[in-house]
T-cell receptor
């Protein structure tokens, strides 16, 4: 069973601060996805990374896939209250039918 | 947004009763999934389907069964609900094995 460990589990910061969320595994993933979930809704895809060392930027969010494809990070610059939510990473393995999800990082950005 | 609807959105039921949750999609996607989300556990895969009448177990399948008789519908059944099955259940779809998941808005199930 492939496991994804996310850290930190909870993060509460002030508006304007920077933050990084981590997603780590001992397994190699063929691809890794980041989702954001708001209360009462399903997760929504933010990005997919597939190549070791890949860096993708989405406005103030920067996603990086580790060289060995075992880990990933999400960096948010100048966080805003609208960034508040549960951030989930999910990895695709060999069969790729199934995605393994981390337990998530609950981010609260205070005004 | 992907056309995916879960019903009901909320349900309260008693221990020992059967419960069926429905996931309906209008995207003609091949793959459909049922996850449960619980505090401290994240999203855990219950069952998934890779085509009509083709289903397989996920990591927490005990006590659950599924059926997919049409491309658009994926049903999750709790044959005899238990309090440990109180959870938020999410259905997800994807068009191909390497495309992202699109989630429904969830069903909050409470077993008393």
């Amino acid at each position: 069973t492939q496991l994804l460990e996310q850290s930190p589990q909870f993060l509460s910061i002030q508006e304007g601060e920077n933050l990084t969320v981590y997603c780590n595994s001992s397994s190699v993933f063929s691809s890794l996805q980041w989702y954001r979930q708001e209360p009462g809704e399903g997760p929504v895809l933010l990005v997919t990374v597939v190549t070791g060392g890949e860096v993708k930027k989405l406005k103030r969010l920067t996603f990086q896939f580790g060289d060995a494809r075992k880990d990933s990070s999400l960096h948010i610059t100048a966080a805003q209250p609208g960034d508040t939510g549960l951030y989930l990473c999910a990895g695709g393995g060999g069969s790729n039918y199934k995605l393994t999800f981390g337990k998530g990082t609950l981010l609260t950005v205070n005004p | 947004d992907a056309g995916i609807t879960q019903s009901p959105r909320h349900k309260v039921t008693e221990t020992g009763t059967p419960v069926t949750l429905r996931c309906h999609q209008t995207e003609n996607h091949r793959y459909m999934y049922w996850y449960r989300q619980d505090p401290g556990h994240g999203l855990r895969l219950i069952h998934y389907s890779y085509g009509v009448k083709d289903t397989d177990k996920g990591e927490v399948s005990d006590g659950y069964s599924v059926s997919r008789s049409k491309t658009e519908d994926f049903l999750l059944t709790l044959e005899s609900a238990t309090s440990s099955q109180t959870s938020v259940y999410f259905c997800a779809i994807r068009g191909s094995y390497n495309s992202p998941l699109h989630f429904g808005n969830g069903t909050r199930l409470t077993v008393t």
